[in-house]
């Protein structure tokens, strides 16, 4: 039967050939931009490469406190001290490591003025993230200690400011310092990953970050094990619990969460930062409602086409159904010939995919990102199919399984 | 075989009310060759549907093999459609992109059980017996109109059902198609097949065993006429 149905199926779509064309472009521009997103979703929550070892380490991003009966509220991103204080000694990770957000800094380099962006991270850092490095050194706990006055470029970066020079040894001038550049690492767009020059922290130009408990930093936390991660969030809720603010009175409770990737973008973009549950589950929700809606509107042109379709059909339909088709077999009929185009469409869109994010890579839409078609697009985007393909089949299928086969027969559908 | 008691019918749109069966009772014995005459829009071919189940009456009884179908699913008529009934349409109805054999065999389709090489062994021999066993790869608009209902006839012979429902086979060939189209069925009457034809050619209703003749909707002569 299925064999049939298939074979139905490639007749029908060489008949019209402008229809199926039609058709299928409907599909694939709808599967593009799904995959598309699919697949920078997956490049930020799943992320490989230089967060390869994301599965084992969760980040605090944010640090909340409120005042009694919650009239004062402040929520900023932590200060070092925090860090040193709270997070540093928890005995269930295995490192901890403080970062702050990349800034835009001035770079000077044999009177050449640019922009870069610059993150001062500690060595832990370079532990955590799985960096490639492509000459000279990642900076280590010496570095930090004796407070060397070194920096790592990334790769772009580094062919930027030394054009067919070596960088490692050159020294440049990054936000009114003079550091040594020590190491060169591939470019790598990433939440935790992202900038162009790193430094020690000791190479701010001041150490009164050493004594705040809110400012421009946030933590990475690795775990021995993934299955530590439960624990090492328990233990940062309790830490939180233990915070003394600057001023206990005016803002006695505080909160900050240790979070995997997702829980950090569901926790900011929907304001959670004052509980446990970060929303990744009404933000993932969101997210695939968005992408069902997306599909709607396609979905209900190509059922417009495929009840146009049964029209034409119907006296074949009569025909089949005088003969002994049950409505429910004229139905798989026409949910199979409406998924293997949506399956088509998946394939043709899945290269289209490829060569769109071909082109945001080399476009630099989103600086140093690196996506492409892997198994989940691939799975996402024949999912994606499936579901279109079911959402604008099941209902003309129900039309056509409803037909009455005498005026189906008149072709009077 | 088949009984119909008091079956009447009404197609209803917005304004208009249309009588097209009132108060028939009829019975089709195993074996016969009917032939349902009358005039254009007399509910011969309503008639025709209703006995081969395409249509539901609006108020009477159909039983099949001394079964009321009332109460039948759809999946329960589909497979007496598939089963005890086989099709032929005036304007013949085969599937433009499917080649002959495929149309033939479209009835073994939806019965099941037959695998893929059984259902195209049975569907050459139904061709070969209209004829056309040199034809199997031919697409219907390849054929004569003649040959296209022989390949009609094939499609519902196929699954050897026991009653042949035809709706004016001849109506769209000339005079020497449509003999030997009315030949074949005589001939597969002879054989067994019950055979109920909706026809306007006296000539043809005369060679048949019995003709039923309907005005405006009800039946208004049984007679029996003498095969040819």
């Known amino acids: ?413 | 075989m088949i009984r119909l008691h008091d079956v009447s019918k009404t197609y209803r749109t917005d304004k208009i009310e249309t009588l097209a069966l009132k108060d028939i009772d009829l019975h089709v014995a195993r074996g016969e060759f009917v032939a349902m005459m009358g005039p254009s829009g007399c509910g011969k071919s309503t008639l025709l549907n209703v006995i081969g189940l395409l249509d539901r009456p609006g108020q009477g009884s159909v039983e099949i093999g001394g079964k009321p179908v009332a109460s039948y699913r759809d999946r329960d008529v589909a497979r007496l459609r598939n089963r005890m009934f086989g099709f032929v349409f005036q304007s013949f109805h085969l599937i433009a992109d499917l080649r002959v054999i495929d149309n033939v065999e479209l009835p073994l389709l939806y019965r099941g059980g037959a695998g893929g090489g059984e259902r195209r062994r049975l569907a050459r021999a139904a061709l070969e017996r209209v004829g056309l066993g040199a034809r199997m790869d031919h697409y219907p608009n390849q054929l004569s109109g003649g040959q296209q209902q022989r390949v009609a006839i094939a499609r519902a012979i196929v699954g050897q059902p026991e009653v042949l429902l035809a709706d004016e086979p001849t109506g769209n060939l000339d005079s020497r198609m449509g003999a030997e189209i009315m030949d074949l069925l005589l001939a597969l009457n002879a054989d067994g097949t019950t055979v109920v034809m909706v026809t306007h050619d006296e000539q043809e209703a005369r060679r048949v065993g019995r003709i039923v003749r309907l005005f405006d909707g009800q039946l208004v002569e049984r007679e029996h006429a003498h095969a040819a």
């Open chain 1, 1 to 413: 039967m299925l064999r049939n149905y298939v074979l139905t199926a490639w007749k029908v779509f060489m008949r019209r050939k402008l229809f199926t064309a039609i058709s299928l472009l409907c599909i694939v521009i709808t599967l593009v931009v799904l995959m598309v997103t699919a697949a920078l979703l997956e490049a930020a929550v799943h992320p490989a490469g230089v967060e390869g070892r994301s599965d084992r380490f969760l980040q605090v991003y944010g640090i909340r406190s409120e005042g009694p009966g919650g009239h004062r509220m402040t929520t900023t991103l932590l200060g070092y001290k925090t860090i040193a204080r709270y997070l540093k000694p928890l005995k269930t990770p295995e490192r901890v490591a403080a970062i702050t957000l990349p800034r835009q800094v001035s770079v000077y380099q044999a009177e050449h003025a640019s922009e870069a962006s610059l993150r001062n991270v500690d060595a832990d850092y370079w532990k955590i993230m799985d960096f490639r490095l492509l000459a000279g050194r990642l900076p280590d706990a010496d570095d930090d200690r004796t407070g060397r006055m070194v920096c790592v470029l990334n790769a772009s970066t580094a062919r930027r400011l030394f054009p067919g020079g070596a960088p490692v040894g050159q020294r440049i001038e990054v936000d009114g310092r003079t550091l040594q550049v020590i190491g060169v690492v591939e470019d790598a767009a990433h939440i935790n990953a992202f900038a162009d020059v790193w430094a020690p922290l000791a190479t701010q130009p001041s150490t009164a970050y050493q004594n705040e408990l809110r400012g421009n930093f946030a933590a990475l936390l690795l775990a021995r094990d993934p299955a530590d991660l439960p624990a090492i969030q328990r233990e940062v809720a309790h830490a939180a619990t233990t915070f003394v603010s600057e001023d206990p009175r005016e803002l006695p409770t505080t909160w900050f969460w240790a979070d995997s990737k997702l829980d950090v973008y569901a926790r900011v973009l929907l304001n959670n930062q004052g509980r446990p549950d970060s929303g990744a589950a009404r933000l993932l929700a969101l997210v695939g409602g968005a992408m069902l809606l997306f599909m709607l509107l396609p979905a209900l042109n190509l059922v417009n086409l495929n009840m146009g379709r049964i029209l034409e059909r119907s006296a074949e339909i009569g025909v089949r159904k005088a003969f002994g088709a049950t409505s429910r077999q004229l139905a798989a009929q026409l949910v199979v010939e409406n998924v293997l185009l949506c399956a088509a469409g998946g394939l043709i869109g899945l290269a289209c995919t490829a060569l769109v994010l071909r082109w945001f890579e080399a476009a630099q839409l989103i600086p140093y990102l690196q996506v492409g078609v892997d198994f989940a697009v691939f799975g996402w985007g024949m999912l994606f199919a499936l579901v279109f393909g079911l959402l604008s089949g099941v209902l003309p299928a129900w039309a056509m399984s409803r037909l009455d086969p005498v005026h189906a027969l008149k072709g009077a559908a």
